[in-house]
């Protein structure tokens, strides 16, 4: 399975939302990552065929997706941000009913449901009304619907959001399981989402690819040093309005920052092992004192 996007753009008036994208993608999982904003849901859009393209192509196995039509979308499983349902319906009745709408038979549209219910832990409330799920359960009940089909192209849009560590941590090793014989393309601008279980991460921003290839070669692509100090406590607005202080701990003797930096910002900092959570800093935010970094 091989996924070949070709030059791909898509406008909206005078906004470009995805710039000239040029990338191939095979069985295993792709992390993108990018801050809100940065065109990633426009990009699973068009691979899910529901935003045409301005131009550029997108190619499944050599051939066009959008002249292949339903036998691409029978490759294909969808998580979107938000995903509708009716709320009284039990997640059984959900599940068989998004199965008949994809054209799956009522007989193995059963077998199917059973066996996601299982993979996705939700067995045990399989009886329960959507209405009455939690965040963590909906997204589960998310997974399994796209999984209905069992889909060779996984397509999840951030995923985990609005999710506690717990589930997560779950959701993440779900994902990576679920890998093992497809293609999944995640968008999250959450770091950890994709640090431990991502193939390649692509970095994103304002609809151009900036940066691509395994979590260590994407760190490698940081040309700044990072460093670790500590500061006296009066000291820490000065630092913040100067550099990018990708993390801060208040401690007794005072306060240890992390300064992205080409320079030594300071005589006792001590050069460190860049992380991912840097990298994103580095390419997305501003100076942490300024209020839209996300780390």
């Known amino acids: 399975m091989e996924l070949k996007i070709t030059n791909l753009s898509k ?3 005078d ?3 995805v710039d000239n994208l040029n990338v ?9 990552l990018g801050v809100n904003g940065a065109g990633k849901t426009t990009l699973m859009r068009m691979l899910c065929t529901l935003l045409k393209p301005t131009s550029g192509t997108i190619y499944c196995d050599g051939k066009d997706i959008f002249s292949m039509d339903s036998e691409y979308r029978k490759l294909l499983g969808y998580l979107p941000q938000e995903f509708g349902f009716y709320p009284e319906f039990t997640i059984k009745d959900y599940l068989l009913y998004i199965a008949s709408l994809k054209g799956i ?3 193995v549209a059963k077998k199917r449901v059973k066996e996601l219910v299982v993979k996705v832990g939700l067995q045990k409330a399989i009886n329960k009304k959507m209405k009455n799920l939690s965040g963590g359960m909906k997204r589960r009940v998310g997974i399994a619907q796209a999984m209905l089909n069992n889909p060779k192209i996984l397509i999840l849009d951030e995923p985990t959001a609005g999710l506690d560590p717990n589930e997560r941590i779950r959701f993440r090793n779900l ?7 497809r293609l999944v393309l995640l968008s999250t601008h959450i ?5 431990y279980i991502a193939n390649e991460i692509w970095l994103f921003k304002d609809g151009k690819l900036m940066h691509k290839g395994s979590s260590e070669e994407v760190i490698n692509s940081m040309p700044e040093n990072v460093w670790e100090c500590y500061v006296g ?10 550099y990018k202080i990708s993390n801060m701990k208040t401690e007794a003797n005072g306060v240890m920052l992390r300064i992205i930096s080409l320079e030594k910002p300071i005589e006792n900092a001590k050069c460190v092992e860049a992380s991912l959570e840097d990298v994103f800093l580095y390419y997305f935010g501003e100076k942490a004192g300024n209020e839209n970094v996300e780390i």
Do not use: H, Q
Not at 24 to 32: F, K
């Open 233 to 242: 406590k009066s000291e820490v607005s000065y630092f913040m309005n100067k």
């Open 15 to 17: 906004f470009t939302a």
């Open 175 to 181: 994902i990576s399981e679920l890998a093992e014989e």
């Open 191 to 195: 770091v950890s989402d994709i640090e």
């Open 24 to 32: 191939t993608m095979t069985t295993g999982v792709y992390g993108l």
């Open 11 to 13: 406008k909206f008036g």
């Open 105 to 107: 038979r009522p007989i």
